[in-house]
T-cell receptor, first 112, second 114 residues
Framework: GEDVEQSLFLSVREGDSSVINCTYT??????LYWYKQEPGAGLQLLTY?????DMKQDQRLTVLLNKKDKHLSLRIADTQTGDSAIYFC????????????FGQGTELSVKP | EAGVAQSPRYKIIEKRQSVAFWCNPI?????LYWYQQILGQGPKLLIQ????????DSQLPKDRFSAERLKGVDSTLKIQPAKLEDSAVYLC????????????FGQGTRLTVV
């Protein structure tokens, strides 16, 4: 089955760009997602990309998908202290009902 | 639009006791998911409903966990008897349609089994 892996920690300075990386094993993943989780809160959907796309931009967020290497990244421009959270990459396969397979999460720490 | 509501927010029980969690999805969302998130890990699907039918319960430990979604709206997840390793956050999510995975999550119920 699908396996999703992420690096565990990332620390950046306020105003810098952050890049969070993710690799997945199942090339049949139809959708790939980025979720944000703040302490004590549920998961907030940030953005997603269809598997037939290479890039998607949404304000400060840019998602890049390299299907050949099964690599997904999330770039946050002008990172703010409010962006400090855990970021989860997740994949889903359309004909498997849309269940999400999550990575273990990357903790982003933004220092002023 | 109201989000996914879950209760209680926190629960502490002793091992071998039973516990139940409740979820009210976003109005009109046909698909409902229960995920288990152990500290330091990503969420893992326990069960998925489409309306009031089960789509996927392959990862649900059926000897102790049960879930139902009567009338295709609210859902309850029960653990009986609880084990120490059940300590986790239980997240409920809903989506408008099956297949897209674009799910909206509740705040979760943090369960501690002592």
């Amino acid at each position: 089955g699908e396996d999703v892996e992420q690096s565990l920690f990332l620390s950046v300075r306020e105003g810098d760009s952050s890049v969070i990386n993710c690799t997945y094993t199942d090339s049949s993943s139809t959708y790939l997602y980025w979720y944000k989780q703040e302490p004590g809160a549920g998961l907030q959907l940030l953005t997603y990309i269809f598997s037939n796309m290479d890039m998607k931009q949404d304000q400060r967020l840019t998602v890049l998908l390299n299907k050949k290497d099964k690599h997904l990244s999330l770039r946050i421009a002008d990172t703010q202290t409010g962006d400090s959270a855990i970021y989860f990459c997740a994949g889903s396969i359309y004909n498997q009902g849309g269940k999400l397979i999550f990575g273990q999460g990357t903790e982003l720490s933004v220092k002023p | 639009e109201a989000g996914v509501a879950q209760s209680p927010r926190y629960k502490i029980i002793e091992k071998r006791q039973s516990v139940a969690f409740w979820c009210n999805p976003i109005s009109g969302h046909a698909t409902l998911y229960w995920y288990q998130q152990i500290l330091g890990q990503g969420p893992k699907l326990l069960i998925q409903f489409q309306n009031n039918g089960v789509v996927d319960d392959s990862q649900l430990p059926k000897d102790r966990f049960s879930a139902e979604r009567l009338k295709g709206v609210d859902s309850t997840l029960k653990i009986q008897p609880a084990k120490l390793e059940d300590s986790a956050v239980y997240l409920c999510a809903s989506s408008l349609q099956t297949g897209s995975g674009e799910a909206f999550f509740g705040q979760g119920t943090r369960l501690t089994v002592v």
